[in-house]
């Protein structure tokens, strides 16, 4: 069953980071087709509408949290990824700027805050189910997955969106070829909701739910309790994110349009060059994962930090 529940999570997780990765590496043709202006005046109201996302996850994070301890891990996970998937569906089939205006941009924003509301719950959620499912002395080797996950699914969204524009070419991207990434996010997502519900939620939720059933109410936490009772702990694990993601977005979702519009590299070689390192990186994920079952998670933090900087 933790075997079961590593793919489930990881699956689920890749399907999220598919749906973010396709929006980045398409995001020179998205643009130009949902906002108005010159291809450079588009290309910034689409890097601002990627950026959007992010402002309303830790939102989904306060909200698909509590959530989970509720009903469970597996079904959170399960609408999450779900949510994810759709809300890409949509967006493959957008009407362009030039058909029905500000509809076009103003839809792909709403939909964006819907992406990033349910990303604010997988990965919260996808750590947790995981840490509960691992052996304590392999902890983790099985939290890697979830990386290794997100990782697959930004090469995978990276792969598609090469191969399609390598098989029909730049004008056709442009007229119609951006949408087909979106458009496979529907089957995807169906598999990971399929899993996901396959799995027997974490034997962690299982025991607190029998444990909860005997008592009147179940204790609530809320947000000023976590920052009241753990504010050290939340403060520093948030600055350790937040140099890591620093890094993880510039060089993963930002660097296709740095290299094409700053350096001059060609749109394939711009989406080529970030997928050659997600594979590399996806290689030392699990090892790093394992190191840290020996050396200690705290370590591992302390020199990959050295590492990165």
């Known amino acids: 069953m933790p075997r079961k529940a590593v793919v489930a999570a990881a699956l689920g997780n890749a399907t999220e980071w598919f749906d973010y990765g396709i929006y980045a590496y398409g995001l020179t043709f998205i643009s130009a087709a949902l906002f108005p202006g010159s291809q450079s ?55 362009t700027y030039q058909s029905v205006g500000w509809i076009a941009p103003v839809a792909l924003i709403a939909l964006r805050l819907i992406q990033g509301f349910s990303t604010g719950g997988e990965y919260g959620g996808a750590a947790t189910f995981l840490a509960e499912y691992a052996p304590d002395k392999r902890r983790g080797f099985y939290g890697s997955f979830l990386e290794f996950g997100s990782l697959a699914g930004f090469s995978l969204g990276a792969l598609v969106t090469l191969s399609v524009s390598v098989a029909i070419g730049d004008a056709a991207m442009y007229e ?56 050290k702990a939340a403060l520093s694990l948030g600055v350790l994110v937040a140099a890591l993601n620093i890094a993880y977005y510039i060089l993963l979702a930002y660097m296709p349009t740095y290299m094409h519009k700053e350096v001059g590299a060609s749109e394939n070689m711009s989406l080529l060059a970030p997928l050659v390192g997600m594979l590399v990186m996806m290689m030392f994920v699990p090892l790093a994962g394992r190191i840290s079952d020996v050396v200690g998670f705290k370590k591992m933090w302390f020199y990959s930090l050295i590492g990165l900087f």
């Open 41 to 95: 005046e588009a290309l910034y109201f689409g890097l601002a509408t990627f950026a959007i996302s992010f402002l309303i996850r830790p939102l989904g994070g306060m909200f698909w949290g509590p959530l989970g301890d509720r009903i469970g891990r597996k079904r959170v996970l399960a609408m999450t990824v779900l949510m994810m998937s759709v809300a890409t569906f949509i967006i493959g089939i957008l009407p």
């Open 176 to 231: 119609w070829g951006w949408r087909v990434p979106f458009l496979i996010a529907a089957p995807l997502g169906v598999i990971a909701v399929y899993l996901r519900t396959r799995i027997e939620d974490t034997p962690v939720f299982l025991e607190l739910e029998k444990k909860m059933a005997s008592e009147p109410a179940r204790p609530k936490t809320s947000i000023s309790e976590i920052f009241g009772k753990y504010k």
